[in-house]
């Protein structure tokens, strides 16, 4: 069974960091596709940023610049640093694996997701 868990979320000032963490069981990140979309509330899923099973990486035009998404193969971790934090990023954060195409857009559309992380970002 996988099963994604998140971790790393808080509440912040605009202009901090945070780093949120994805780890799994019953999965191999090493051999798919997996990312990262948010949802503020009254709001649509919205893909944050991918990384591909050869590593490469894809990112949201909102983010791009300010966010890091990579992974440890031997811990079976994802991550997501996040800097230059703006009250905007605020959402639920959630790990997602497995879209239909290694995409942003798809992530929303993932196999497997976990039951997020809250992000919380004041000016």
């Known amino acids: 069974q996988v099963q994604l868990v998140e971790s790393g979320g808080e509440s912040v000032q605009a202009g901090g960091s945070l780093r949120l963490s994805c780890a799994a069981s019953?999965?191999?990140?090493?051999?798919?596709?997996m990312g990262w979309f948010r949802q503020a509330p009254g709001k649509e899923r919205e893909g944050v940023a991918a990384?591909?099973?050869?590593?490469?990486?894809i990112y949201a035009d909102s983010v791009k610049g300010r966010f890091t998404i990579s992974k440890d193969n031997a811990k079976n971790t994802l991550y997501l640093q996040m800097n230059s934090l703006k009250p905007e990023d605020t959402a639920m954060y959630y790990c997602?694996?497995?879209?239909?195409?290694?995409?942003?857009?798809?992530?929303?559309?993932?196999?497997?997701y976990g039951q997020g992380t809250q992000v919380t970002v004041s000016s």
């Open positions: 997602a694996a497995e879209p239909p195409l290694c995409t942003v857009v798809a992530l929303r559309w993932s196999t497997y």
């Open positions: 019953g999965y191999t990140y090493s051999s798919y596709c």
């Open positions: 990384i591909d099973s050869d590593g490469s990486t």
